[in-house]
């Protein structure tokens, strides 16, 4: 049904007579189709905000690693397997 053609089918009624019972299930329908699409939105949303927490979390650890490997090359002293020399 053509959107135009159902909200004249709404509008046809009087005030005080009661819904016909094809209204109710237009509207519901209508309702329903809204909530699917809010549903869909914010599935992606939430999906897209997932993945852009993902990347970050990867390059923090990628930049974290880095760090960790060069302090490690710096601090090298040629003795292997390292020891703590504390001890």
């Known amino acids: 049904m053509p959107e ?29 189709a809204a909530n699917e699409r809010r549903k869909e939105y914010y599935e992606e949303q939430r999906s897209e905000f997932e993945n852009y927490v993902e990347e970050e979390r990867d390059e923090q650890e990628e930049r974290t690693r880095e760090k960790q490997e060069q302090w490690r090359e710096f601090n090298y002293d040629g003795l292997y397997p390292r020891y703590d020399h504390r001890y």
């Open 4 to 32: 135009a053609d159902a909200s004249n089918f709404l509008k046809r009624r009087s005030r005080r007579s009661p819904k016909h019972q094809a209204e109710y299930v237009a509207e519901q329908r209508v309702r329903m």
